[in-house]
């Protein structure tokens, strides 16, 4: 065997053996030479590609392309074209099935001809596990809906796409009611099972064309373009809660869940796609206020509320820093003595000379996260100020009550803060009482007890506010470790005349006395209302007739006063 016939063997033995795809063509693309991974890529015999055009080797859409493309190769100054220089291209099986590939071509002359050597990489998978990442990135992985990334994308060029058929893009932005609720009983298991029965709801009510997104937790997002009557989408919110609300049986007995909606319709030219995300998610808190399990259009109103929570967001980050927020001390009195027993705090802030109410800047804080920060100010300041007064006034000093927030509960820090706090002041922890409202305690009664029992392993005293408001039970109360109940000041207005508030108030002060507890009434404004009071055995009195909120220095004033006379 000559030199070359080694040679040429060596080559077509190594054409054989190597995974990459090679195929070798004349200058018109017939198939001269494939390699047995080209055989088994495109599931040809050696046999069958040889004389075969390689343009059979791609879909017949893209054929008559590939023609034109080989001969302006030919003719053109290139003699190699290396794989990646290229996009990738499709291939075309023998069972009509698609493979995506690299290719690299290169070229020759040999007796007169060019030859054409193509070289393949079969990039299928790569390209399957790539777009897999992808999907993973910008879909949610329980429910298998867009994520908030993809959500915002398709918002985005909805509202571009909005601008040039001049119609209108509608987002609902829908967080399901009570859902922490199910977790809590059933575990997150069926939470889960619940969640993918909802997405699969709501997917069942939108046209092909809508996309549904899972934004995180329990919330989630429908988009609907082209939309000409609002009523169109008042409609689609209200089929989504009746959807909603049919029994869910992943569970014995079974579930039902209800949704607040929080509707937007608008286009490119009014607004971005934060702009309409932030005013659905404001006219969905705007229906959890109302009651829930039903729907609200973002309107003028919201509009100006949005603005003012924004403004009171930035705001509050100020206060802090410069000294805005201060504290004032409603007494609590003693109605048998009259005398002052203790104080509640009561948080103010004043912005450019005007004062803003808790009732304003509180949710927001909450909204925002704010509250974590603005809690530990103020139970520093009630830290402090029992400090002081123990050291003024020893044995006779009143207690501090400060108010919590049902958010604060679920800071992961509060105890670790409080605890620091408490040795950082010096203050005794058995002069402090910390209160939550009856009616943000309800919906997580089990968690919150485990806080409460905590809390009061720091030595600290616990009170149930605006009791009465909520629905706790007895059982309830008894697993928790409070020491006062305070009557919300509801139940005192028009006392004297309303037997019903009198046979209620009366009630709740024996149901409490009989489990140990001390009962405060709020909202006491007058001389009948107290004389009402002392004789039902209430054991505080808080409340307008005697005192109003005032700051430390009058309230010092007026214990000093107290204890001179005795």
Not at 177 to 206: C, M, P, S, W
Not at 337 to 349: F, H, K, P
């Amino acid at each position: 065997m000559t030199h070359k016939q080694v040679i040429n063997d060596a080559a077509q033995k190594i054409l054989s053996l190597v995974d990459l795809i090679i195929i070798v063509t004349d200058e018109e693309g017939i198939i001269l030479e494939a390699n047995r991974s080209a055989c088994e890529l495109f599931c040809y015999t050696t046999e069958e590609l040889a004389g075969m055009p390689v343009h059979l080797l791609l879909p017949p859409r893209y054929r008559e392309r590939h023609i034109d493309a080989l001969k302006q190769f030919i003719s053109g100054g290139e003699t190699h074209r290396r794989m990646g220089q290229r996009d990738s291209v499709i291939g075309y099986r023998k069972d009509g099935a698609l493979i995506e590939l690299e290719a690299g071509i290169a070229k020759f002359h040999s007796g007169g001809q060019w030859i054409l050597v193509v070289n393949m990489l079969d990039i299928t998978q790569r390209k399957q596990q790539v777009q897999e990442l992808i999907r993973q990135s910008t879909h949610d992985a329980l429910t298998g809906l867009p994520n908030r990334k993809l959500i915002h994308e398709r918002l985005n060029n909805a509202l571009q796409r909005s601008m040039r058929n001049k119609l209108n893009v509608a987002l609902l932005f829908i967080d399901l009611d009570g859902f922490k609720l199910i977790n809590d009983t059933y575990g997150h298991i069926t939470g889960d099972e619940v969640l993918k029965i909802i997405a699969d709801r709501l997917l069942a009510q939108i046209r092909p064309d809508d996309t549904v997104g899972r934004l995180s937790g329990d919330e989630f997002i429908v988009l609907c373009e082209q939309i000409e009557k609002p009523e169109l989408i008042a409609n689609l919110a209200t089929r989504i809660n009746d959807a909603l609300k049919e029994n869910i049986t992943c569970q014995d007995p079974s579930l039902s869940i209800t949704a607040s909606i929080g509707i937007i319709i608008g286009h490119g030219q009014q607004y971005s796609a934060d702009e309409m995300m932030r005013s659905a998610d404001t006219a969905m808190y705007e229906m959890k206020q109302k009651g829930r399990g039903g729907w609200q259009f973002f309107n003028d109103q919201l509009q100006k509320k949005a603005h003012q929570k924004n403004s009171i967001g930035q705001g509050l980050r100020r206060a802090l820093e410069h000294n805005e927020l201060s504290a004032v001390y409603q007494p609590i009195i003693s109605p048998d003595t009259e005398q002052i027993v203790g104080a509640e705090l009561l948080l103010r802030w004043n912005l450019n000379g005007k004062s803003i109410s808790p009732e304003i800047f509180i949710p927001v804080a909450e909204m925002n996260g704010m509250v974590f920060s603005i809690g530990d100010w103020v139970f520093r300041e009630g830290c402090k100020a029992q400090a002081d007064w123990q050291r003024r006034w020893k044995d006779q000093a009143p207690y501090v009550s400060i108010n919590l927030s049902a958010r604060q509960l679920n800071h992961k820090q509060l105890l670790n803060s409080f605890s620091a706090i408490l040795q950082e002041t010096g203050a005794n922890p058995a002069g402090i009482v910390v209160e939550l409202t009856e009616a943000a305690l309800m919906p997580d009664v089990e968690s919150n007890s485990i806080i409460f029992h905590q809390l009061a392993d720091l030595g600290l005293q616990i009170a149930i506010d605006d009791f009465g408001t909520g629905y706790s039970s007895l059982s309830q109360l008894i697993q928790l470790p409070i020491n006062l109940l305070k009557i919300s000041k509801s139940f005192v207005d028009d006392l004297e005349s309303r037997h019903e508030k009198q046979v209620l108030i009366r009630t709740i002060i024996g149901l409490g006395h009989s489990l140990g507890l001390k009962l405060i009434v709020e909202g006491v404004e007058t001389e009948v209302q107290l004389a009402e009071l002392k004789q039902y055995g209430c054991d505080f009195i808080q409340g307008y007739f005697f005192y109003l909120p005032m700051h430390e220095q009058d309230f010092i004033r007026e214990m000093n006063h107290q204890a001179s006379k005795g």
